[in-house]
């Protein structure tokens, strides 16, 4: 029964057509094939393995607004076509208030300029497709699919997927990797980078928040992926897309049933622990389609005025509307033992303590919430640096980590009620240890 899985939905998703729209990628590249422990959260605490992976989202889920299949569906007599069709559609878990879609299609519909953005981790960004394939990642196959539906259209394309991050970082770099290219859709996928703490439920719901109160009604669409030791964030997650009405894709509730099932197996959709290969992104891709589809169905019947009131929040909106900075938009740095530099493929406008002592970067910033992020790698050679603010020691921040690959990672700094100016100052003692790059610093008013 395995073959099925080189099936695709339909004769149209085989025959996708270019795209007159322009193009442009955000992303940086990952620095390493591995794939690393990203979570302050342990991963095997919370997470599912085998038949449980089909079970991950069952609380908190929002009622889907299509027929689900029936339990009692006698797999034998469908067909390898049919089995298939049916993981697409137990992947949407809910099409949510389509207004906004469907206002934006609409706008496609009418041969308009619209603009498509992904933001996540490696799997959003291609890992193991992409660099070498980008074209094969699930966000530009949906973006093709798209293309193809409404060949009058100019749509663009913005992949602001990144290795090893989760919505802490994603919502940090929001502003300046997607926002910054006023998108009219945008995919977000953290399901697997995410941990189940307050401070990613937090980061996610203020992401989510940020993307849904721009001034263009962006249409906000939650894809929710799983690794294969079962572990995804769909359960808190969902509650934040049930709470705004949002719509909401999901690996576990499609995938999960084919593996506990045996119909399929997690090789044939990855190659490694985490992320799809090539066959697996399309099937990402039909996921993305069905959604679409079903939208397009109604969308005369959807098109409105969007309602801009938002609920409270599930969890917290305290790090909405999150902005970055770097050397290139810091004024007044003061530097002692650092040096501007471009640090990382994602990171370009930094800064680079290489061993002086007594280093130290200090500056000013009128803030209530203050992260650095920082790079991290698995090296003796990863020095530690000592955070102050107004005078006071805060924390040390340690860039030789056990899982680190060269990857970005975040710290807080500040986390207060209200916005107040602080003086921040980031000390290297200077030690056998010779490297600490700081990347930039997200900070919210």
Known sequence: MKKFILLMLTAGMLAMAGCTGDTSSDSGLSESGSVPDNSDDPVGSDSQT???????????????????????????ALSEEEIYQL?????LMTTGDMTRMANVLKKAENGEEITVAYIGGSITEGLTVAPEHPELCWANLSYEWLCGKYPDAKINYVNAGLSGTPSILGNLR??????????DICFVEFAVNDGNSTEYQNSYESLVRTLLTQ?????????????ENGHSCQPFMSQVGNNYGLPMISEPDSLGEEFAEGR?????????????????????????????????????????????????????????????????????????????????????????YRGEEDASLKFTLDCKALRMVFKAND??????????????????????????????????ILDNDESAEHMIEIRVPGSEKHYFGILGFGYCE
């Not at 929002?62 to 029936?70: F, G, R």
């Not at 909106?317 to 650092?338: C, H, P, Q, W």
């Not at 000592?386 to 030789?400: A, L, R």
């Open 264 to 352: 399929m197996t997690w090789q044939d959709y990855s190659d490694d622990q985490s992320h799809p290969n090539a066959r697996g992104h399309e099937i990402v891709r039909d996921f993305v389609a069905h959604y679409f589809e079903n939208v397009m169905e109604t969308v005369d019947k959807n098109v409105g005025e969007v309602d801009k009131t938002l609920p409270a929040p599930v969890f917290s909106d305290r790090y909405m509307n999150m902005k970055f900075i770097d050397s290139a938009s810091m004024e007044n740095v003061e530097l002692t033992g650092f040096e501007e530099n471009d640090t990382h493929s994602a990171f370009h406008n930094g800064w680079m």
């Open 87 to 91: 993981m697409v559609e137990r992947s």
């Open 50 to 76: 085998g038949s449980d992976i089909a079970q991950t989202a069952d609380s908190g889920s929002p009622e889907t607004e299509q027929s689900a299949p029936a339990d009692d569906i006698d797999y034998s």
């Open 215 to 227: 001034d263009n009604d962006m249409a906000v669409v939650l894809l929710f992926t799983v690794i």
């Open 379 to 412: 090296s003796k050679m990863y020095a530690d640096a000592e955070i102050y603010v107004d005078g006071e020691f805060v924390c040390t921040v340690s860039s030789n980590r056990s899982d680190g690959w060269n990857n970005p990672e975040t710290a807080m």
């Open 174 to 183: 929001l502003e300046r990797d997607v926002l910054a290219y006023t998108p």
